[in-house]
């Protein structure tokens, strides 16, 4: 919880100040999914290109498409305003 509001503070002075923008690409506290069992996913090797647009035309990518338990969050045009993210995976129940 903690964490998340620091790293909320620093992307909202980073967007100068602009919350709406901020939150599209980082959650205020208690709004991460991440703290129900959410994860995020990456290619190895590829570094901070696997939180980009660009990791949905990785092999891997497609090999989570395949799996039934797994699906992405944020898919394009998702409800919760949230940026493209194809790198972050939630469980399927
Ligand atoms: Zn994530």
Known sequence: MVKQLCLHLEKIESEK???TVASRSLVP??????????????KKGWGHQNFTAN???TEE???LQKL???SMRYTIGN??????????IKIVS
């Open 29 to 42: 506290p208690a709004y991460s999914y991440h703290s129900i069992g959410d994860f995020d996913v990456g």
């Open 61 to 63: 990518f497609w090999q």
């Open 79 to 88: 409800g919760d305003g949230v940026r493209f993210e194809p790198w972050h």
């Open 55 to 57: 990791f949905a035309r």
């Open 17 to 19: 100040g602009n919350i």
């Open 68 to 70: 039934s338990y797994v």
